[in-house]
């Protein structure tokens, strides 16, 4: 099946810094998306972007579908943005719109 | 906003006692999944539902589950005989129909216990 891949497992930036999150997966995909999981556990849509480039305020993703690579930007993070991010992928041709969903990388933002 | 709705938000039960939880997905959603995440793992597909069957599962998704859509509103999980390892968190999650936008919206999460 479809492998996702993310980048860096761990991340610690001090708060007012930026950072890229990086999404790799092994074959093509027609759904892409980023979530935010917050110290509750709960998860919070960032993006649906299975391809081209999306902002909302601090945050942006850019998806390259035919390179398999997805890419969110972090800019000037608040602590609040801590907890860890995740890319999920929906393969191509599957028979449903089920996620499959990478490792995540753990952000923390320091004051 | 329209949004997912799970409950309960907590549940304990005593290991070989059957659980339901519950799900109220976004109602003009067609397709209705089910997901788990033990703690400190990545987050696990477990079953997908459209028009009253089951579109797809996973290994994980074994006789000891079961879903259902009891009326026009609600989707649960039924687990059977639970096992320790069935401690996770649950999350419910619907998109619309699939020749329309795929974006999968998830609730807030079950975090089972089982002791």
């Known amino acids: 099946g479809i492998q996702v891949e993310q980048s860096p497992p761990d991340l610690i930036l001090q708060e007012g810094a930026n950072s890229t999150l990086r999404c790799n997966f092994s074959?093509?995909?027609?759904?892409l998306q980023w979530f935010h999981q917050n110290p509750w556990g709960q998860l919070i849509n960032l993006f649906y972007?299975?391809?081209g480039t999306k902002q909302n305020g601090r945050l942006s993703a850019t998806t390259v579908a035919t390179e398999r690579y997805s890419l969110l930007y972090i800019s000037s993070s608040q602590t609040t943005d801590s907890g860890v991010y995740f890319c999920?992928?929906?393969?191509?041709?599957?028979?449903?719109?089920?996620?499959?969903f990478g490792t995540g990388t753990l952000l923390a933002v320091q004051p | 906003e329209p949004e997912v709705t799970q409950t309960p938000s907590h549940q304990v039960t005593q290991m070989g006692q059957e659980v339901i939880l519950r799900c109220v997905p976004i109602?003009?959603?067609?397709?209705f999944y089910w997901y788990r995440q033990i703690l400190g793992q990545k987050v696990e597909f477990l079953v997908s539902?459209?028009?009253?069957?089951?579109?797809?599962k996973s290994e994980i998704f074994d006789d000891q589950f079961s879903v259902e859509r009891p009326d026009g509103s609600n989707f649960t999980l039924k687990i059977r005989s639970t096992k320790l390892e069935d401690s996770a968190m649950y999350f419910c999650?619907?998109?619309?129909?699939?020749?329309?936008?795929?974006?999968?919206?998830f609730g807030q999460g079950t975090r089972l216990t089982v002791v």
């Open positions: 999650a619907s998109s619309e129909h699939p020749r329309g936008p795929r974006e999968a919206f």
């Open positions: 074959d093509s995909v027609n759904n």
């Open positions: 972007i299975p391809s």
């Open positions: 999920a992928v929906g393969p191509y041709g599957g028979a449903t719109n089920k996620l499959i």
């Open positions: 109602s003009n959603h067609l397709y």
């Open positions: 539902f459209y028009n009253n069957e089951i579109s797809e």
